[in-house]
T-cell receptor
Framework: AQKVTQAQTEISVVEKEDVTLDCVYE???????LFWYKQPPSGELVFLIR??????QNEISGRYSWNFQKSTSSFNFTITASQVVDSAVYFC???????????FGKGTRLSVIA | EPEVTQTPSHQVTQMGQEVILRCVPI?????FYWYRQILGQKVEFLVS????????KSEIFDDQFSVERPDGSNFTLKIRSTKLEDSAMYFC???????????????FGPGTRLTVL
């Protein structure tokens, strides 16, 4: 069975600060896929990134970056120079091969204060 | 950009009533899913659907629930006799299901907030 742990329930930062959201996963499968989704106050789930287990390259997209470390089973998400619009709940999720269901973490609520 | 749509955005019903939640997945996607999120909690899988049949379901998806793809575009979730604890946000998702790709990204609709009184 798969499991995703997001130990940080809530984080509050001041605008322009950098913030890292932690995600630790568990799976016995050697091939798996990790995701981050953003849930803004309006409630929808917005896809941010997909990473497969055989690609450990870190990724940067604008102010967002992701650090995937198989050795520690972590897939952390950093927002650089945070903005108020980044305020949302962020979910890390995991699935394995075969278009199987996503297993979500409990989410981290990020509040960015102006 | 193609997106998953869901109707209605908010449904209020009385306990014991039947509700049907509707979804239009992205047109070339082959896998469809329903998830739910009780207020303030994590997103939980209900059921997945492929090739006109259920491919996987969770323990939550009991006999009160059913899914259907009545035509080429809609994907519905029916709750036969709603209970108070069915109050949640229900998300539909779809993925492309490409051959040779282990797991395609699931794209989510905006959700239907179901309130059972």
């Amino acid at each position: 069975a798969q499991k995703v742990t997001q130990a940080q329930t809530e984080i509050s930062v001041v605008e322009k600060e950098d913030v890292t959201l932690d995600c630790v996963y568990e799976t016995r499968d050697t091939t798996y896929y990790l995701f981050w989704y953003k849930q803004p106050p309006s409630g929808e789930l917005v896809f941010l990134i997909r990473r497969n287990s055989f690609d450990e390259q870190n990724e940067i997209s604008g102010r967002y970056s992701w650090n995937f470390q198989k050795s520690t089973s972590s897939f952390n998400f950093t927002i650089t120079a945070s903005q108020v619009v980044d305020s949302a709940v962020y979910f890390c999720a995991l699935t394995v091969e075969g278009n199987t269901p996503l297993v979500f973490g409990k989410g981290t609520r990020l509040s960015v204060i102006a | 950009e193609p997106e998953v749509t869901q109707t209605p955005s908010h449904q209020v019903t009385q306990m014991g009533q039947e509700v049907i939640l509707r979804c239009v997945p992205i047109s070339n996607h082959l896998y469809f899913y329903w998830y739910r999120q009780i207020l303030g909690q994590k997103v939980e899988f209900l059921v997945s659907f492929y090739n006109n049949e259920i491919s996987e379901k969770s323990e939550i998806f009991d006999d009160q629930f059913s899914v259907e793809r009545p035509d080429g575009s809609n994907f519905t979730l029916k709750i036969r006799s709603t209970k108070l604890e069915d109050s949640a946000m229900y998300f539909c998702a779809s993925s492309e299901g490409r051959v040779g790709v282990g797991a395609d990204t699931q794209y989510f609709g905006p959700g239907t907030r179901l309130t059972v009184l």
